[in-house]
């Protein structure tokens, strides 16, 4: 075989197959890519013809093989590396209880504005008769010094050991853990010149991206840094915002759904990744009382549920674009910030928004609301959406949705209800008649990650006419998948929402229930109601305080006839050590201390210590012998 017009490059071997007579060839010859083609004459009886030859380097295949191939784990290696990463997990986890700070503390006066979050050891943390310092033996932590384990288990690059009485992690001996757990502003260092952090601006920079790859033991001391960087959302003394919090079982869902990664947005992919979303969806629409016709999805939050939602309300009660500019949403002054939100994404920006007030139980004013309606309806606009609320984030209150329902309906526009928050504790019978009147809502947004202990990037949409939710969203598939199977009556996940490639995260919400069990998440979320209820009677007593009662698990406290500053100071001094995360909100002017009672892990003696941190603030703020013990 004659070939011909090539470079020299003699370091390359080249397979040159002839199509023809299908015959490999292996030459030295070299051109400027890996594939190209070629031309042979061959003569045969004075005939000349040309055939293609492909000229394949294989070598430089094997070599890309091998290199590709390092993703493929052995059972060994992923064994290995589940365990090294489950030490870190346990360092972590063992650091969320009232013996170590929240990862959130007031800082003084004279850092304020630099830095939001503090290393722990940075303030010391004190419990107990004896003033137990930050853990049973001064438990310390911080990016460069993390100990694993209460044996000291060590591993890293340059010294692994495993093993009941030795674990430490990374090179630089970076230890946290029960018995040893250090930090502050002088002791955490990162980076090859020493960039101290700690008080002040203390983030490290992650591990960089880099052409060749380093050591698992590397990976996860750098990535364990994350914990002394960040607010702990599973700490019984985070009760600020809505806190997150996840359970073991979902975690090993997000190991498996990414482990065996199935395209679980069609049931031509995997069937049975659909049908576990779907079961999901329908025992959620049971428990809201929806009929079977409704239909949903999983998504990555409360905001794109809603997002779900309201385009199909617009495709349904607005269908013309040149419309949305007088189209009307209506909300209450407590709704959360991310519904209007949504609008802009929407392509509705130009549409008016309404804030309803709230009334003397901070739900939104059915009066008012009517009102505002039949104005815009005189004024030739159009109302279209009404959003109402159960479980307000600032205060926990609950809108009148069969008021709101009976509103909507006469003005023909869509109801959603917002349940993010308070949703999941419809699970509770003493909760359940604040729900009434929901299972008429058009459409309802809730969120596995709060109220189901999911990790975050878990909501879930329910369209109570599941038909309308299709329609918004069915997807028209390209020429690469005309040979896929279709049966229009599968009701495929990609078809209800906007989200094509998306995670399955079916096994994190399943998994917890199947293994614990819905009365294991009832009791949990019953007993933060009864939290709240102790806790407002507990502050009710107390002197000098002012409570309002709570209808779900947030309550609202002041100090009142004082200035905001005062009641600030009082913010400060409860969370001063760390081992609590409160933060202010403001309603109907008023500015109050907001606890959220949601953490799993936050029980009756954790509520105990932060009753008895606020009856030692009040005492040293010295305020004038007047009791206020009453409630707002």
Known sequence: MDVTNFSSQPHWRHCYRNICTDNFVERKHSFPSPFTTSFKTHSRT?????????????????????????????????????????REVDAYLEQLSLDHPTGWVIPPKETQGQDKLVQPGQYQVQSGPNQAQSGPDQVQSGPDWVQSAPDQAQSGPDRVQSGPDQVQSGPDQVQSGPDQVQSGPDQVQSGPDQVQSGRGPHETEPLPIQENGVSIDEVLRDFSRIGNEMEREGHPGHMAYVPGNSTAPAAIGDFLAASFNPYSLNVASCRRAVKMQQMIVQWVGRLFGYPSACAGNLTSGGTVATMVAMTTARDHK?????DYSRSVLYLSELTHDGVAKCLSTLGMREAVVRKVPVDDKYRMDVNILRKF????VQNNLLPFLVVATTGTTDVGSVDPVPAIRAVATQYNMWLHVDACYGGFFVLCNS????????????SIAVDPHKGLYAPFGTGLVLVRNGTLLRNSNTRQHGNYMQDQLTNPEDWNPEDLTFEQSAHFRAPRVLLPLQLYGVATFRDALQEKLELAKYL???????????????????????IPGVSDNTNRALLREITTDGRFFITTTTVKGVLYLRVIIFCYRTHRQDVDVFINKVKDAVVKMELPEVEFCHAG
Do not use: C
């Open 46 to 86: 004075k005939k000349i013809t040309m055939s293609s030859e492909v000229v394949f380097n294989l070598e430089y295949l094997t070599r890309l093989e091998e290199s590709a191939r390092t993703l493929e784990s052995t059972p060994q290696q992923r064994s290995e590396m589940m365990f090294k990463a489950q």
């Open 536 to 558: 407002y009677l507990r502050l009710k007593g107390q002197a000098h305080i002012q409570v309002v009662e709570p209808v779900l698990s947030t309550v609202l406290f002041r």
């Open 318 to 322: 607005v269908p013309r674009s040149k």
């Open 373 to 376: 309606i039949e104005n815009d």
């Open 431 to 442: 909760a359940k008649h604040l729900f009434e009147g929901v299972e008429t809502a058009d």
